[in-house]
């Protein structure tokens, strides 16, 4: 964890929330004086935070924690919306959540 990177996404995602410095830290039950100590990357939340934090910003522990703030709009997993391919050339099978189009290779010694 890094934490100017992990400060600069806590910023972006607060802002992008539309909550003040203040708004966060009382959601969380901290003071504002930590969380502008996280967004300036002087220190990093406490780790019994991170599951609070990442539920108010609306984004996963891991990707708060590495910084990486792609939101995924897909929040569920389906196994009978799963489709199957499977590569005509190597038998390898291909899962994906909705139609693919599978092309394959041929290399030539």
């Known amino acids: 964890m890094d934490t100017y990177i992990t400060g600069a996404a806590i910023k972006r995602l607060r802002e992008n929330k539309n ?3 203040s708004d966060l830290a009382q959601k969380i039950g901290v003071s504002s004086k930590a969380v502008s100590k996280w ?3 002087k220190d990093l939340p406490d780790i019994s935070l991170i ?3 990442s539920k108010v910003l609306g984004v996963s ?3 708060l ?3 990486d703030t792609v939101i995924n709009k897909n929040i569920s997993s389906n196994v009978l919306r799963s ?3 499977v590569c005509p050339v190597c038998g390898n099978v291909i ?3 909705g139609d693919a189009v599978i092309m394959t290779m041929l290399m030539s010694k």
């Open 19 to 21: 909550l003040t410095q």
């Open 39 to 41: 967004e300036t990357g």
């Open 51 to 53: 599951e609070p934090l």
């Open 61 to 63: 522990v891991m990707k």
């Open 65 to 67: 924690m590495s910084g």
């Open 83 to 85: 489709k199957f391919y």
């Open 95 to 97: 899962r994906a959540m």
